[in-house]
Each structure stands twice: as structure tokens, then as C-alpha cells.
């Protein structure tokens, strides 16, 4: 059983940071792309950033320059590391586990096709202006 367990979240002041964590277990796609989506209440899920195998990431427009993806442990931890925080970032955030490979496998979780993927149940990020 794939479990993907986020933790980090909490309430900051605007221009603040969070560090957020999100431990998988059980995920059996070793060499497959990871990343972190996002929805705000009555949104649409929004991809937030995603990184492949090799190490080589990408992030949305809104959070390019702000956030960093990293990950350790082979692909047993993913981070997501927020600066400058903006109440436009309050959110629940989702870690996401691709299920297939290559640069498919990036589109899909920026595009948050949960077909796709396994995901989290989500660490809530609150930011105030």
C-alpha cells in the first residue's frame, strides 16, 4: 500500500517561509517523477512543482523563483521549500508520486492527472497579508 505522508504546513505573515516534508511509503516506482500540487479552497488543483529521476525540475509560472523542490533518500523524502510567501499561495499542498515514466510523467503532475499518480493528504499552508 502506497502511502505519501506531507507535513510542514502551518500559518505564516506574507514574505514568510515553510519547509514542507512528505515521506512515501510502500511506492513501488523507483526512478519516477515526484512533485507537489496544490488546491485553495473551491479552486482547481493547481501543479506546483515537479522533479524527475535525474534531479531536473520544473514549477509553475506563480511560484517560479520562490519555491524549491528537492528531494533525499533516494525518493523516500520530497521537499518543497517556500520563501516569500504570498496569501495567493494559501492552500492545502498534496505530495504526488508519478506512475509512469519520462517527461510524460512531469506533464501529467503539473497537470494533476490523478490517474496518474498517488497523492497525499495534504498539509495546509495559510498565509496573511
Known amino acids: 500500500q502506497v502511502q505519501l505522508v506531507e507535513s510542514g504546513g502551518g500559518s505564516v505573515q506574507s514574505g514568510g517561509s515553510l519547509r514542507l516534508s512528505c515521506v512515501n511509503s510502500?511506492?513501488?516506482?523507483?526512478?519516477?517523477?515526484m512533485g507537489w500540487f496544490r488546491q485553495a479552497g473551491g479552486k482547481e488543483p493547481e501543479g506546483v512543482a515537479v522533479?524527475?529521476?535525474?534531479?531536473?525540475?520544473t514549477y509553475a509560472d506563480s511560484v517560479q523563483g520562490r519555491f524549491s523542490i528537492s528531494q533525499s533518500n533516494g525518493q523516500k523524502t520530497l521537499y518543497l521549500q517556500m520563501d516569500n510567501l504570498s496569501p495567493d499561495d494559501t492552500a492545502k499542498y498534496h505530495c504526488a508520486a508519478g506512475t509512469i515514466r519520462g517527461s510524460s510523467c512531469v506533464a501529467r503532475l503539473m497537470r494533476v492527472e490523478r490517474t496518474f499518480m498517488y497523492w497525499g493528504q495534504g498539509t495546509q499552508v495559510t498565509v496573511a497579508s
Open positions: 522533479i524527475d529521476p535525474e534531479g531536473h525540475v
Open positions: 510502500g511506492y513501488p516506482y523507483s526512478g519516477y517523477c
